[in-house]
């Protein structure tokens, strides 16, 4: 059986894991995965596997339903996820590093204008 990736937001993972009050080797134990992944996922780089979901949920202590992204909103983290890509996708789409468009996505500010017509793309229009 394929492992297909979940779509949820990487900020709303660590948005649930810090409200819950857990460390990153915290939540890795609680979900059975190392703390490394734990990383990956909240950085966008990787996404969970979809019957990761069932033990995420748990250890958080919220519905899957909570942790799927389905309502549309206009952050690149947001419309990169929808799309069903990875940091890494984007940027080699955009010719840069995956630390140099992560830095965009995290911090929520415009790309620059030379990224609009691949993210449109890509992304889909904003």
């Known amino acids: 059986m394929p492992k297909t990736p979940a779509v949820i937001s990487p900020a709303g993972l660590r948005e649930l894991r810090l409200k819950r009050g857990l460390?990153?080797?915290?939540?890795?134990?609680?979900?059975?995965?190392?703390?490394?992944?734990?990383?990956?996922?909240?950085?966008?780089?990787?996404?969970?596997?979809?019957?990761?979901?069932?033990?995420?949920?748990r250890a958080y202590q919220v519905r899957i339903e909570d942790l799927l992204t389905d309502s549309p909103t206009d952050s690149l983290?947001?419309?990169?996820?929808?799309?069903?890509?990875?940091?890494?996708?984007?940027?080699?789409?955009?010719?840069?590093?995956?630390?140099?468009y992560g830095a965009v996505e995290r911090r929520?500010?415009?790309?620059?204008?030379?990224?609009?017509?691949?993210?449109?793309?890509?992304l889909g229009d904003s």
């Open 108 to 122: 929520s500010t415009e790309p620059p204008e030379s990224w609009r017509e691949t993210l449109d793309k890509l």
């Open 23 to 57: 460390s990153m080797a915290a939540a890795a134990d609680l979900i059975g995965v190392s703390k490394n992944t734990i990383q990956t996922w909240e950085a966008g780089n990787s996404r969970p596997v979809a019957h990761r979901l069932h033990w995420i949920a």
């Open 77 to 100: 983290a947001a419309r990169r996820s929808q799309a069903g890509l990875l940091q890494k996708d984007v940027a080699r789409a955009l010719g840069v590093s995956v630390a140099r």
